[in-house]
C-alpha cells in the first residue's frame, strides 16, 4: 500500500485512526500490530505467503532476545545471539542475493570453461525486507549488549517491527528510541496537527515534485540513452538526482508525521544534503539512520577509528552498496563514495569546507556521478549514457532526438524549478516561521488537494525505495 493513493489516504488511514483513538491505551499496540499486518499484507497481496516472513521475524527474534537475557554464561548469550542473527541474514541473503551470487559463480565457472552451473532461484524480493531486518537485529544486538533488556511483550516487540509508517521504507528506528514510547505515550490534538502538517508536506514533496520530474527520466529510458540527446542526458539526470531526494524526503516526512500523529517521535532521515560541501557531510545528511546503523552495528564494533581505519571504511562502503542492491552498480557505487571520502579525508577536504563554491560545485558533480551509477543496473547502459553526456567520448551512429530536451523541461520546468528551491533550507525554514499562520494552513490544505487530483490522474508512482 502506497502512502500517495486513494486506498491509503481514504479507506486504510481514517479506519485505522478512528480505531487506534477509540481503543483504550492498554490496547493501542494491539490496533497498530494488527493494522501494520493488515498494511502490509496489501502490498504483498500477490505473495501472501511473504507475511509470514515478518511474523517469524517477530517469533525468532522475541524468543532469541529472552534466551540471551536468561543466559548466565556468555558462550549460550553468543549462540542465541549466532541463531537470531543467521536467520535475519539469512533470510536477507536468500531473498535479496543468493541469485546475485548464484549468477557470478556461474559467469567464473564460464571463464574457466566449466559447464557446470548453479541453478538460480526464482524468488520475488519481499517489501521492506532489507529495513525490518536491520531493525531487528539492532534490537537483537542491543539485548546481547546489555543496553536493555529483552521485550517480555512480544505484541509490544511485534509494533516496534511491524509499526508502518515506517516499515517498508524507513527511517531505520532501533529499540531504543522508541522503547519509551511503545509503553506509554502521549497524544494530543497539537500532535495531530503537527503530524497531519508533516505528513502534508511529505505527500506534496512526493506526489508534485518527484514523481512529476521523475517521468523525465523514465521518458529517457522508454527513448533509448543512444537516441537521447546531451542536452537531454543531463537533464535527466537532474531530474533522477531531484526524483530519488524528494521521493525518499517525501516517505520520510510522511512516515515521520504519522508517527507524531500514534504519539511516536522518529528520527529525522534528511537535513538538506544537497547543500553538503563534501562527501562525507553529503552522507551525514542523506538516509542518516541507515548510516547512523552502519556506524553503530558496523564500524565501530570493526573498531571504528581505532585500527584498520580504511580497512573497516572499505567494508561499511561495500557494505552499504550491497544493502541497496545485489548489483555491481550498487558496489560501484558505494565504493565511489568510500574513494571520495578518503580522498577527503586525507588531502583536499578541509580546502572544500573553507571555499563554499569549490564545495558545492564539487558537490554538484559528485551527486550527479554518483546517481547515474545507481541508477542504471546494466554496466553497459551506463557507459552509452555516459557517451550521451559527454558526445566526444564516442562516434555513436544512433540516431538522436534533438528537441528532446526543449519538450520535456517545458513539461516539467515548474517541478523542476520548485525542485531545485526546495533542495535549500530556506522553503523549511519560513514553514517553521510561519507554520501555524493562516496563509501556511491554507498552502497546505491546497497542496494536499492538489496531490488528491494528481492522484486522480494516475500519479501515484511507488515509492523508489520499496525495491530496497
Known amino acids: 500500500m502506497v502512502f500517495s493513493s486513494f486506498v491509503f489516504l481514504f479507506q486504510f488511514l481514517p479506519v485505522f485512526l478512528c480505531l487506534y483513538f477509540l481503543v483504550p491505551d492498554t ?10 499486518l493488515i498494511f502490509y499484507f496489501y502490498g504483498i497481496k500477490d505473495y501472501p505467503a511473504y507475511i509470514l516472513l515478518i511474523i ?124 519509551e514510547q511503545l509503553h506509554s505515550r502521549t497524544h494530543s490534538l497539537q500532535k495531530l496537527e503537527d503530524g497531519l502538517r508533516q505528513f502534508t508536506i511529505g505527500l506534496s514533496i512526493k506526489v508534485l515534485i518527484a514523481n512529476r520530474v521523475g517521468g523525465i527520466w523514465t521518458q529517457a529510458a522508454a527513448i533509448g540513452y543512444e537516441s537521447i540527446s546531451t542536452p537531454m542526458a543531463w537533464l535527466a539526470l537532474v531530474a533522477f538526482s531531484l526524483q530519488i531526494y524528494f521521493d525518499f524526503y ?34 551525514r545528511r542523506w538516509h542518516i539512520t541507515l548510516g547512523s546503523w552502519f556506524r553503530e552495528y558496523v564500524y565501530i564494533p570493526l573498531g571504528g577509528n581505532r585500527k584498520a581505519n580504511l580497512r573497516n571504511l572499505f567494508i561499511v562502503w561495500l557494505l552499504t552498496g550491497l544493502w541497496h542492491g545485489a548489483s555491481w552498480n550498487f558496489v560501484l557505487w558505494g565504493l565511489f563514495s568510500f574513494v571520495l571520502i578518503i580522498f577527503e579525508k586525507k588531502s583536499y577536504g578541509k580546502i572544500l569546507d573553507s571555499k563554499p563554491v ?52 517545458n513539461d516539467c520546468a515548474l517541478p523542476l524549478l520548485a525542485g531545485l528551491f526546495c533542495c535549500c533550507s530556506l522553503p523549511r525554514a519560513i514553514y ?22 494528481c492522484m486522480y490522474l494516475g500519479l501515484d508512482d511507488p515509492f523508489l525505495y520499496y525495491q530496497f
Open 56 to 179: 517469524f521475524s517477530v517469533i525468532m527474534n522475541y524468543g532469541a532476545a529472552r534466551f540471551i537475557d536468561r543466559a548466565k554464561k556468555t558462550c549460550w548469550q553468543k549462540l542465541w545471539l549466532f541463531v537470531g542473527m543467521f536467520y535475519n541474514i539469512g533470510s536477507l541473503f536468500i531473498f535479496k542475493y543468493l541469485n546475485f551470487l548464484c549468477e557470478n559463480i556461474n559467469q567464473l565457472l564460464r571463464v574457466t570453461g566449466s559447464s557446470e552451473r548453479l541453478p538460480f532461484v526464482n524468488l520475488i524480493l519481499p517489501v521492506g525486507i532489507s529495513f525490518y531486518t536491520f531493525q531487528i537485529s539492532s534490537y537483537l544486538i542491543d539485548v546481547y549488549r546489555r543496553k536493555f533488556p529483552a521485550e517480555r511483550s512480544i505484541i509490544t516487540l511485534g509494533t516496534y517491527l511491524c509499526l508502518f509508517p515506517q516499515l517498508i521504507a524507513g527511517p531505520i528506528v532501533t529499540f531504543s528510541e522508541v522503547r
Open 27 to 36: 490496547l493501542k499496540n494491539i490496533v497498530i500490530l494488527i493494522g501494520s
Open 358 to 409: 569549490l564545495g558545492h560545485l564539487y558537490m554538484i558533480a559528485f551527486i550527479l556521478f554518483s546517481w547515474l551509477l545507481f541508477a542504471i543496473p546494466d554496466l553497459t547502459q551506463l557507459g552509452i549514457y555516459f557517451t550521451r553526456m559527454f558526445p566526444f567520448l564516442s562516434k555513436s551512429s544512433a540516431t538522436v532526438f534533438q528537441g528532446d530536451f526543449i519538450k520535456h523541461f
Open 250 to 283: 517525501g516517505y520520510s516526512l510522511m512516515a515521520k508525521g504519522l508517527g507524531m500523529i500514534m504519539g511516536f517521535d522518529f528520527p529525522d532521515n534528511f537535513k538538506t544534503p544537497y547543500l553538503s560541501l563534501t562527501v562525507g557531510e553529503f552522507w
Open 432 to 453: 517553521e516561521r510561519y507554520k501555524y499562520s493562516l496563509p501556511v494552513t491554507f498552502v497546505l490544505v491546497i497542496l494536499f488537494w492538489a496531490c488528491v487530483y
